[in-house]
């Protein structure tokens, strides 16, 4: 079993930054890869970015391309997202996920998710 729990989410103004922790734990030896998902109200869930646990090569959602970089610390079992240049409409609650058995750009792939940690761009 692993478990993932998010952290760092708030109230940001459009414009600003802000960065999203995911602390992994549990049996992480067998993380293949992780991803941030993203989910608004009355919308479905969004692929925000994925890394790889093992080799660090990620991929971004068409939305935050360019203004997003995740990261991992493999010795501390974090993996982190660093979101520029926010947007209203980046206003959603932000989900880690572990997958053990592949990388993907579907919420169906990963099996162990955390709670969410809320993001609202507003000013």
């Known amino acids: 079993q692993v478990q993932v729990v998010e952290s760092g989410g708030g109230l940001v103004q459009p414009g600003g930054s802000l960065r999203l922790s995911c602390a992994a734990s549990?049996?992480?030896?067998?993380?293949?890869?992780l991803g941030w998902f993203r989910q608004a109200p009355g919308k479905e869930r969004e692929f925000v970015a994925r890394i790889s646990w093992r080799t660090g090569s990620t991929d971004y959602g068409d939305s935050v391309k360019g203004r997003s970089t995740i990261s991992r610390d493999k010795a501390d079992n974090m993996v982190y997202l660093q979101m520029n240049n926010m947007k209203p409409e980046d206003t959603a609650t932000y989900y880690c996920?572990?997958?053990?058995?592949?990388?993907?750009?579907?919420?169906?792939?990963?099996?162990?998710w955390g709670q969410g940690t809320q993001v609202t761009v507003s000013s």
């Open positions: 996920a572990a997958s053990s058995a592949g990388i993907s750009s579907y919420p169906g792939a990963y099996k162990y």
């Open positions: 549990g049996r992480t030896v067998s993380i293949f890869g």
